[in-house]
């Protein structure tokens, strides 16, 4: 089945320390997202990537890199610059990253830092 | 940037009753619209998405929205409530036009009571 993966679901590391979350899609999906989630506050769009080798800072890219070499894989660090990286983390693709062509999400990774 | 609202970040119903969470969006000209579902440590499952020039939107899981332009509003409907419907719901809109991100809003919790 086509689908979205993400791994690992749980991860833990310590303050200090940078942190790389994996996204593989087989959709043969172009557009491809990671979005940060927090109690209360929805989903906040950290970078995305409309096509290989391209990418956009979103509304919270600080203390945050990606790269995009593959269509089917779009991975985040989170770096030690990043104040507060304990969140449920979710990644998504889409068809391309306009019109109404909706965004299919993975199964999130929960990244405790302490 | 386009923005996304919505009222009441916890809604109760009892199990046959009808379900109502609301979403209202920020732009003048209508954008992309679409309702998503979360249920515990899981992704975002699509529920629906807006067509432009429809008014009820029908989407799975017995669920519709009805888009009004005069209103600004994307109100989210099921007219009998499952326990199974528990769960975390998003609105999220995208621009039209260009390609952009898509924005979500900050999430309503709906319980489902006996």
């Known amino acids: 089945d086509g689908g979205i993966t993400q791994s690992p679901k749980y991860l833990f590391r310590k303050e200090g320390q940078n942190v790389t979350l994996s996204c593989e899609q087989n959709?043969?999906?172009?557009?491809m997202y990671w979005y940060r989630q927090d109690p209360g506050q929805g989903l906040r769009l950290i970078y995305y990537s409309q096509i290989v080798n391209d990418f956009q800072k979103g509304d919270i890219a600080e203390g945050y890199s990606v790269s995009r070499e593959k269509k089917e894989s779009f991975p985040l660090t989170v770096t030690s610059a990043q104040k507060n990286p304990t969140a449920f983390y979710l990644c998504a693709s889409s068809r391309e990253g306009r019109t109404n062509s909706p965004l299919h999400f993975g199964n999130g990774t929960r990244l405790t830092v302490t | 940037a386009q923005s996304v609202t919505q009222l009441g970040s916890h809604v109760s119903v009892s199990e046959g009753a009808l379900v109502l969470l609301r979403c209202n969006y920020s732009s003048s000209v209508p954008p992309y619209l679409f309702w998503y579902v979360q249920y515990p440590n899981q992704g975002l499952q699509l529920l629906l998405k807006?067509?432009?020039?429809?008014?009820l939107v029908k989407g799975i899981n017995g669920f519709e929205a009805e888009f009004k332009k005069s209103e600004t509003s994307f109100h989210l409907t099921k007219p009998s409530a499952h326990m199974s419907d528990a769960a975390e719901y998003f609105c999220a809109v995208r621009d039209t036009g260009t390609a952009s991100k898509l924005t979500f809003g900050t999430g309503t919790r709906l319980q489902v009571t006996l």
């Open positions: 807006y067509t432009t020039g429809a008014t």
């Open positions: 959709l043969n999906h172009d557009a």
